[in-house]
Nanobody
Protein backbone atom coordinates (compact mmCIF):
# COMPACT_ATOMS: atom_id res chain seq x y z
CA UNK A 1 0.00 0.00 0.00
CA UNK A 2 1.42 3.36 -1.04
CA UNK A 3 1.02 6.39 1.18
CA UNK A 4 1.61 9.85 -0.26
CA UNK A 5 2.51 12.71 2.04
CA UNK A 6 2.45 16.23 0.67
CA UNK A 7 4.28 19.33 1.83
CA UNK A 8 5.09 22.81 0.66
CA UNK A 9 1.85 24.70 0.42
CA UNK A 10 1.22 28.11 1.88
CA UNK A 11 0.20 31.72 1.40
CA UNK A 12 2.09 33.76 -1.17
CA UNK A 13 1.59 36.85 -3.27
CA UNK A 14 0.96 37.10 -6.99
CA UNK A 15 4.16 36.44 -8.90
CA UNK A 16 5.79 34.43 -6.12
CA UNK A 17 6.94 30.83 -6.31
CA UNK A 18 6.24 27.69 -4.31
CA UNK A 19 7.43 24.14 -4.53
CA UNK A 20 5.14 21.31 -3.58
CA UNK A 21 6.52 17.91 -2.68
CA UNK A 22 4.85 14.51 -2.69
CA UNK A 23 6.78 11.86 -0.78
CA UNK A 24 5.86 8.19 -0.93
CA UNK A 25 6.17 5.29 1.43
CA UNK A 26 5.40 1.67 0.67
CA UNK A 27 4.77 0.11 -2.72
CA UNK A 28 7.00 0.54 -5.75
CA UNK A 29 6.63 4.26 -6.21
CA UNK A 30 9.46 4.48 -8.69
CA UNK A 31 7.32 2.53 -11.18
CA UNK A 32 4.25 4.74 -10.80
CA UNK A 33 3.28 7.81 -12.75
CA UNK A 34 2.40 10.79 -10.57
CA UNK A 35 -0.07 13.53 -11.21
CA UNK A 36 -0.95 16.80 -9.55
CA UNK A 37 -4.52 17.99 -9.38
CA UNK A 38 -6.14 20.98 -7.72
CA UNK A 39 -9.56 21.88 -6.46
CA UNK A 40 -10.77 25.39 -5.79
CA UNK A 41 -13.85 26.08 -3.65
CA UNK A 42 -17.02 25.31 -5.54
CA UNK A 43 -15.15 23.82 -8.49
CA UNK A 44 -14.36 20.34 -9.67
CA UNK A 45 -10.95 18.80 -9.24
CA UNK A 46 -8.83 19.67 -12.25
CA UNK A 47 -5.65 18.28 -13.74
CA UNK A 48 -2.49 20.31 -13.30
CA UNK A 49 0.46 18.17 -14.33
CA UNK A 50 1.72 14.60 -14.58
CA UNK A 51 4.97 12.74 -15.04
CA UNK A 52 5.50 9.18 -16.16
CA UNK A 53 7.32 6.59 -14.07
CA UNK A 54 10.71 7.17 -15.61
CA UNK A 55 10.44 10.95 -15.65
CA UNK A 56 10.90 11.46 -19.37
CA UNK A 57 7.33 12.41 -20.25
CA UNK A 58 5.61 15.33 -18.59
CA UNK A 59 2.20 16.83 -19.13
CA UNK A 60 0.69 20.16 -18.17
CA UNK A 61 -2.66 21.86 -18.21
CA UNK A 62 -2.69 24.84 -20.53
CA UNK A 63 -3.36 27.13 -17.59
CA UNK A 64 0.00 26.30 -15.97
CA UNK A 65 2.20 25.54 -18.96
CA UNK A 66 5.37 27.58 -18.88
CA UNK A 67 4.93 28.42 -15.18
CA UNK A 68 4.86 25.05 -13.44
CA UNK A 69 7.43 22.28 -13.67
CA UNK A 70 6.98 18.71 -12.49
CA UNK A 71 9.94 16.53 -11.66
CA UNK A 72 10.73 13.40 -9.73
CA UNK A 73 13.57 12.00 -7.72
CA UNK A 74 13.07 8.27 -7.55
CA UNK A 75 16.01 7.87 -5.20
CA UNK A 76 14.15 10.09 -2.74
CA UNK A 77 10.77 8.66 -3.83
CA UNK A 78 9.51 12.21 -4.14
CA UNK A 79 7.78 14.16 -6.88
CA UNK A 80 7.93 17.92 -6.98
CA UNK A 81 5.77 20.61 -8.50
CA UNK A 82 7.65 23.87 -8.91
CA UNK A 83 5.17 26.69 -9.30
CA UNK A 84 6.44 30.03 -10.55
CA UNK A 85 4.68 33.27 -11.43
CA UNK A 86 1.72 32.28 -9.30
CA UNK A 87 -1.59 33.88 -10.03
CA UNK A 88 -4.66 34.44 -7.88
CA UNK A 89 -6.49 31.80 -9.90
CA UNK A 90 -3.93 29.19 -8.86
CA UNK A 91 -5.45 29.28 -5.38
CA UNK A 92 -6.70 25.80 -4.55
CA UNK A 93 -6.06 22.66 -2.59
CA UNK A 94 -3.43 20.70 -4.48
CA UNK A 95 -3.35 16.91 -4.49
CA UNK A 96 -0.74 14.51 -5.72
CA UNK A 97 -1.74 11.08 -6.94
CA UNK A 98 0.03 7.92 -8.06
CA UNK A 99 -0.92 5.79 -11.05
CA UNK A 100 0.23 2.17 -10.93
CA UNK A 101 0.20 1.90 -14.73
CA UNK A 102 3.22 4.19 -14.87
CA UNK A 103 1.77 6.20 -17.74
CA UNK A 104 -0.07 9.09 -16.13
CA UNK A 105 -3.30 10.75 -17.17
CA UNK A 106 -5.33 13.89 -16.80
CA UNK A 107 -8.26 11.86 -15.46
CA UNK A 108 -8.45 11.56 -11.67
CA UNK A 109 -10.07 8.13 -11.98
CA UNK A 110 -6.85 6.76 -13.48
CA UNK A 111 -5.00 7.23 -10.21
CA UNK A 112 -4.81 4.65 -7.46
CA UNK A 113 -3.43 6.58 -4.49
CA UNK A 114 -3.89 10.14 -3.32
CA UNK A 115 -2.09 12.51 -1.01
CA UNK A 116 -3.84 14.40 1.76
CA UNK A 117 -3.96 17.71 -0.10
CA UNK A 118 -2.16 20.95 0.62
CA UNK A 119 -3.55 24.47 0.47
CA UNK A 120 -2.01 27.01 -1.88
CA UNK A 121 -3.32 30.53 -1.51
CA UNK A 122 -2.18 33.32 -3.79
CA UNK A 123 -3.14 36.81 -2.72
CA UNK A 124 -3.69 39.43 -5.39
Amino acid sequence: QVQLVQSGGGLVQTGDSLRLACAASGGTFSTYAVGWFRQAPGKEREFVSAIDWIGTSTYYADSVKGRFTISRDNAKITVYLQMNSLKFEDTAVYYCAADESGIGSDYPSQYDYWGQGTQVTVSS
